[in-house]
């Protein structure tokens, strides 16, 4: 929340300071979104929050759709590309996927306001309500899950993980990183935290959502439970090929390559974004080859094979339309 000394540092936010002002606007805005959502958030309750005047708002959001999907969009392009480059770094499938968790859990804690929008976005989809749903899924949504189901694949097939269903664990180990943050209301009201420092208490439940799902995943259980609490205890840059190596006691090894397919090709190289504004961002290793069919890009031929069969059987996608050499033999 945007405070008093804060709206007078702001007042003087303009046409000239547009970083400044956007930056204001943005923030009260997802306050605003977050507490009271779509349909009861007010403009002026944002102008006054943001300490700007209201044609100034105007001035960089038209109306209050846009900068609802501009608050959408702030969040999940930046955790997409956290979690994609978390998912081809080099490691193991099991380092790697208790890295996504890792970034998962510190990209909602960083602002947890985004957890009940996103939660009111969903169910307002479910009442034929929401106009930002399908641009967020296909645009950011789709790749991270298609990225972190390859990875899980990897680990099923490499025999590090049990034999899990990747349909059923993926909700439940989602489940249990948002959860934790939906729910702080009444967790405040019957599971006070005795009063310690909100980073300590970040701290204590990051560790414990990595030594869940270790525990629920991991073949060797005690080895992915001291992989889970190492994780963890990294500083908050850390999470890149070389933290992985010092892990490992060794030179960095490259993830596994997923089967080539017939019309694979490069993927582009992705940058590790930054977990906190002011730190740099590190240059993260190029993926594995990708698999590209119409508007839709996988990581790899596998991938895109069982994702369209799965469409199909569910008729999300006609058979008519999927390409020959992924329909072969099913």
């Avoid at 929050?49 to 100034?56: G, M, R, T």
């Avoid at 009063?195 to 208490?201: A, C, G, Y």
């Avoid at 799965?310 to 006609?318: F, K, Q, S, W």
Wanted: aromatic fraction near 8%; hydrophobic fraction near 40%; glycine fraction near 6%.
């Amino acid at each position: 929340m945007i405070r008093g000394s804060q709206r007078r540092t702001l007042r003087s936010g303009s046409r000239r300071r547009p970083e400044a002002s956007r930056k204001a606007i943005l923030q009260a805005a997802l306050v605003e979104f977050a507490q009271e959502g779509l349909a009861g958030a007010r403009m002026d309750a944002i102008a006054e929050a943001a300490a700007v005047n209201k044609a100034l708002l105007y001035y960089y959001f038209k109306d209050k759709e846009t900068l609802y999907g501009e608050i959408l969009n702030r969040f999940f392009q930046k955790l997409s590309q956290r979690i994609i480059a978390v998912c081809h770094q080099p490691g193991s499938a099991g380092e790697r996927f208790l890295s996504y968790a890792r970034t998962h859990f510190d990209s909602v804690a960083e602002s947890p306001y985004y957890a009940h929008i996103f939660m009111s976005e969903l169910m307002s989809a479910g009442r034929g309500g929401s106009t930002h749903l399908d641009r967020i899924f296909a645009e950011y949504m789709r790749p991270i899950g298609t990225s972190v189901l390859s990875l899980m694949q990897q680990g099923l097939s490499s025999g590090e993980f049990r034999a899990v269903d990747p349909n059923q664990f993926l909700p439940s180990a989602i489940g249990s990183i948002v959860h934790y943050f939906l729910t702080a209301p009444l967790r405040e009201k019957f599971m006070r935290e005795r009063h310690l420092p909100r980073q300590q208490v970040m701290q204590q439940r990051r560790a414990a959502v990595l030594d869940f799902i270790a525990a629920a995943l991991f073949t060797d259980r005690e080895a992915g439970i001291k992989l889970a609490a190492q994780i963890a205890a990294e500083p908050a840059g850390a999470l890149h090929g070389k933290a992985v190596a010092r892990r490992k006691g060794g030179e960095q090894q490259p993830a596994p390559s997923p089967p080539s397919s017939p019309r694979s090709e490069p993927a582009p190289t992705l940058a590790q974004p930054p977990l906190q504004d002011t730190e740099p961002a590190a240059a993260a290793p190029s993926k594995p080859p990708a698999y590209t069919w119409l508007d839709r890009t996988f990581p790899d031929f596998e991938t895109a094979r069982r994702i369209l069969k799965e469409e199909a059987r569910l008729g999300i996608t006609p058979r008519s339309r999927l390409p020959k050499n992924i329909d072969e033999d099913w």
